[in-house]
């Protein structure tokens, strides 16, 4: 047993180590659920409890604030990129192809915000804030729960361009997705149950409708699309009509987040081509998944569960990396983006807390 044989000056090192490990600024600093436990300890039910008021006149919402997560960690990582708006310093990544006029729950976020400040001023980042409301949500429309990884630090700059680059389009085909997947470190189970969140929300015509009319080209519709299904589509969304009519992910239980997903994928009812080509790729390696989650919802949301928290891990910031972000939608010290912001708002014990 040489290695016991330790002098003092190999204990020091190893104490140091140890005490340099445990630091909060260390540079590989890893999420933790209890990250903010002496710092903010109330803040899951300062955020659910925003998530829940505005859920129950907007339950959409729930899905809005999970795809904002997504929409968060693809670009640049989990570093609430995403809620930054355009200064003269930053192109919004609002504004990309997959987010314009799409993206929705800007408002909210920063409602959590508000409410977040007023219980633990400068504590909290908005890339937490994000993923818990992911977690949240998915509980809220009947989903699984998981404990959220927390300590991400929010981001100096967005990306538009990796925006358009990173996010996948609701038109690519089985083997684009897994690599835009893979590229986030995610892999075909992933792929397969994170895109299990299209249980709940809504889609806009223009992301599915040439599936309708004119697939491919092909000058037909989608030939893996259930034609019941198709007929119904063709009248929510006639050809050449508006773009932004709304219709649900999931036919069968729209609001509910649970494995009919699957099942409807199974009986060919996907919405977009990203979803049928789950299932209807011959001989892809998904189907078989497909059908396990379709046949057993504990095990899809096991999974889920799993995928959510890797895809919390994706490029996030720790430590002394980027800032804690005083408004969601600014970078600190910026006195232009916070001119808009320096409103006073009342804290719960009367407390007056101004953003400057
Ligand atoms: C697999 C690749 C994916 C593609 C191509 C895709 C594409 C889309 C599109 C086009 C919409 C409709 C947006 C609109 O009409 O404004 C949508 C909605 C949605 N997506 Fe995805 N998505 C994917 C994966 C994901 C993932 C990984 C999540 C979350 C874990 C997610 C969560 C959602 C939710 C909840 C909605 C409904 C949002 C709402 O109603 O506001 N999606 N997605
Ligand atoms: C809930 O929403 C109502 C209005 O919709 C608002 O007046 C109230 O302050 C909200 N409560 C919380 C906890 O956000
Ligand atoms: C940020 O931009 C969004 C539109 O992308 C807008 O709705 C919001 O009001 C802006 N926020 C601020 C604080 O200016
Ligand atoms: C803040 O915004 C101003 C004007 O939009 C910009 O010139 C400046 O570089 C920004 N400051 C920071 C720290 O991003
Ligand atoms: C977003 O959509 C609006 C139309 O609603 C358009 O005017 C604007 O140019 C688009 N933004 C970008 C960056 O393409
Ligand atoms: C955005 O990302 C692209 C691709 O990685 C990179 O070339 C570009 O420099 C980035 N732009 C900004 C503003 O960071
Ligand atoms: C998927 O799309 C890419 C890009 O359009 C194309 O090169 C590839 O052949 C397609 N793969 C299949 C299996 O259709
Ligand atoms: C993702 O793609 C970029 C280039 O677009 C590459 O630099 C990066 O290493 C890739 N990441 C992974 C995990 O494959
Ligand atoms: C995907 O990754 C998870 C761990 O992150 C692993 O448990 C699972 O077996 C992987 N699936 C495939 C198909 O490689
Ligand atoms: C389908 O789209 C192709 C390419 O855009 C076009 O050439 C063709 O005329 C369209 N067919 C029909 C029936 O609209
Ligand atoms: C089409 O969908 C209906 C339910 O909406 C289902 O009963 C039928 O089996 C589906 N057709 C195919 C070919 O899967
Ligand atoms: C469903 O999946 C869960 C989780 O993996 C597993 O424990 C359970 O045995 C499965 N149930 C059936 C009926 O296969």
Redesign the pocket.
């Known amino acids: 047993m040489r290695w016991f044989h330790v002098s003092v000056c190999n204990v020091v090192v190893v104490v140091a180590m140890l005490i340099l490990g445990a630091l909060p600024f260390s540079s590989h600093a890893q999420l933790d659920p209890s990250f903010y436990k002496n710092t903010c300890a109330n803040v899951h039910s300062i955020v659910r409890g925003v998530v829940r008021n505005v859920s129950k006149s907007d339950p959409r919402m729930l899905g809005s604030l999970m795809r904002l997560h997504f929409h968060d960690c693809f670009v640049q990582g989990c570093d609430g990129s995403i809620l930054l708006n355009s200064?003269?310093?930053?192109v919004s990544e609002q504004g990309a192809a997959p987010n314009n006029n799409s993206i929705r729950g800007l408002d909210v976020v920063n409602q959590i915000k508000t409410a977040v400040e007023n219980a633990c001023p400068g504590v909290v980042s908005c890339a937490d804030i994000l993923a818990l409301a992911a977690e949240i949500s998915s509980v809220l429309a009947g989903g699984p729960n998981w404990k959220v990884p927390l300590g991400r630090r929010d981001s100096?700059t967005a990306n538009l361009t990796l925006a358009n680059q990173k996010l996948p389009a609701p038109t690519f085909n089985l083997t684009q997705l897994i690599s835009t997947f893979a590229n986030q470190t995610l892999n075909i189970t992933d792929l397969v149950a994170l895109s299990g969140a299209h249980t709940i929300g809504r889609a806009q015509c223009r992301f599915f409708s040439s599936r309708l009319y004119n697939f491919s080209s092909s000058g037909n519709p989608d030939p893996s699309l259930n034609t019941t299904y198709l007929q119904t589509l063709r009248s929510i969304c006639p050809n050449g009509g508006p773009g932004n009519t709304l219709t649900n992910l999931d036919l069968t239980t729209p609001d509910t987040f649970d494995n009919k997903y699957f099942s409807n994928l199974q009986s060919l009812n996907g919405l977009l081509q990203s979803d049928q080509e789950l299932f209807s790729t011959s001989g892809a390696s998904t189907v078989s998944i497909v059908n396990s989650f379709s046949s057993n919802q504990t095990l899809f949301f096991e999974a889920f569960k799993a995928s959510m928290i890797k895809m919390g891990n994706i490029g996030v910031l720790t430590g002394s990396q980027g800032e804690i972000r005083t408004q969601c939608n600014f970078?600190n010290?910026?006195s232009?983006?916070l001119a808009t912001f320096a409103t006073r708002v009342e804290g719960e014990e009367g407390v007056t807390i101004t953003s400057v």
């Open positions: 200064t003269s310093s930053i100096l970078v010290g910026n232009s983006g």
